[in-house]
């Protein structure tokens, strides 16, 4: 993915400007989310090391393979293209590019093995995680990323519709992970992310990974899935009830259709995001189903499916203007059922706007 409609300079400015608040250096930046952010190039995830060599003051070096530099494109202004040939040794060039510097800041999906290979070569450097600098820069979307945020949620709640018109009975777990994966992609992702089908008791298990239990009368099902467009993602989850729902799956429900609202209304400037939290989590516990919401409410969204903020109890960061994450309750019964809401919602000044429209009922399929 390369984006061409971001401003990379003021974004290669506003870490310098973190940079110096952290009293960094250098910025090192290798496989990840971070550096498609900055510079707008996202590098493969291979044993050869591409590497952004981001000084707080002077060039940026974007250190390559140079059988890979045509990927690059122009990115004028904002960094030189230095390509390494399959005979060199990249760290010892990585190193002499970065001079000595006193401290690094090095992105955190960094290999290992790339992070011992400069720490080698570059023995005066204090080397930290660069986690806490990202944040700062990646936590609040500007709106061309909401823009791409929206058009990925549209997407998404476009399948959600086909889903309704979908016969469940007699697909696999698999199968249909596969048909919810193709339309992801018919209707507007770069490419299907993922798709967790979990089905009756399986529901119960958040992360579920698709399986070869064929779906039947009586089932929740769970469907939780998004893709990219243009590099943002997207995720939303709906519960499926293939034929009339048991009636205590139904109870359950619309306590957790509550619970949704509730902390959708809750979220707003300046509140702080485990409130977020405990609005949907309590509205499960009065409702006697505490134990069976076994995760935290949300995940901030962008480049990654999962970053901060973490709508999770502790985290008492307030949340701003053009956050981004997911509100996303669930209340798994083990042996018997599991079920969850799931929208992207930004922060404005009015409050949450949902990203996710489409129906947050129980969809009942055949
Ligand atoms: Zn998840
Ligand atoms: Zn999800
Ligand atoms: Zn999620």
Redesign the pocket.
């Known amino acids: 993915m390369t984006q061409t409609q971001f401003d990379f300079a003021g974004r290669v400015a506003r870490a310098r400007s973190a940079m110096e608040a952290h009293d960094a250096d250098v910025l090192l930046l290798s496989f990840g989310a971070d550096l498609p952010y900055v510079i707008g190039y996202d590098s493969m995830d291979t044993e050869r090391i591409t590497l952004l060599i981001l000084p707080v003051a002077g060039e940026a070096t974007l250190l390559i393979p140079r059988f890979e530099a045509p990927r690059v494109g122009l990115h004028p202004g904002v960094f030189t293209v230095l390509p390494w040939d399959e005979t060199d040794d990249p760290m010892a060039m990585a190193a002499d590019v970065a001079g000595s510097p006193a401290s690094a800041l090095v992105g955190d999906r960094m290999r290992s093995s790339f992070l011992l290979g400069l720490q080698e070569r570059m023995p005066g450097t204090a080397f930290s995680v660069a986690t806490g600098l990202m944040k700062e820069l990646r936590i609040r979307k500007d709106p061309g990323e909401i823009t791409l945020l929206r058009a990925a949620a549209e997407a998404v709640d476009r399948v959600v519709v086909r889903l309704d018109a979908t016969r469940f009975s007699g697909l696999t777990e698999t199968e249909l992970s596969r048909v919810v994966g193709a339309m992801t992609i018919e209707e507007g992702c770069d490419v299907a992310a993922f798709a967790i089908i979990a089905s009756g008791p399986n529901g119960a298990s958040p992360h579920h990974h698709p399986g070869e239990r064929l779906i039947e009368r009586g089932d929740m099902v769970v469907v ?1 899935f ?1 893709g990219p467009v243009g590099g943002y993602q997207s ?1 939303t ?1 709906r519960t499926f009830c293939v034929g009339d729902p048991d009636p205590r799956a139904a109870e359950a429900f619309t306590v957790l259709h509550e619970a949704h609202q509730a902390a959708v209304a809750a979220a707003a400037p300046g509140v702080a995001a485990e409130s977020v939290d405990r609005a949907a989590r309590r509205v499960i516990t009065e409702a006697g189903w505490g134990e069976y919401f076994i995760h935290r409410t ?2 901030g ?1 962008g480049l990654e ?2 970053e901060h903020p973490y709508i999770v109890e502790g985290n008492s960061e307030p949340l701003d203007v053009g956050m981004a994450f ?1 509100i ?1 309750p669930g209340i798994y019964v083990p042996g018997e059922f599991g079920m969850r809401i ?1 929208d992207i919602v930004v922060v404005t000044a009015e409050g949450a706007d949902r990203l996710n429209r489409s129906e947050r009922n129980l969809h009942v399929v055949e």
Request: net charge negative; charged share 35%.
């Open positions: 939780d998004g995720d989850t949300g995940h969204i499916v999962h997911s996303e799931e």
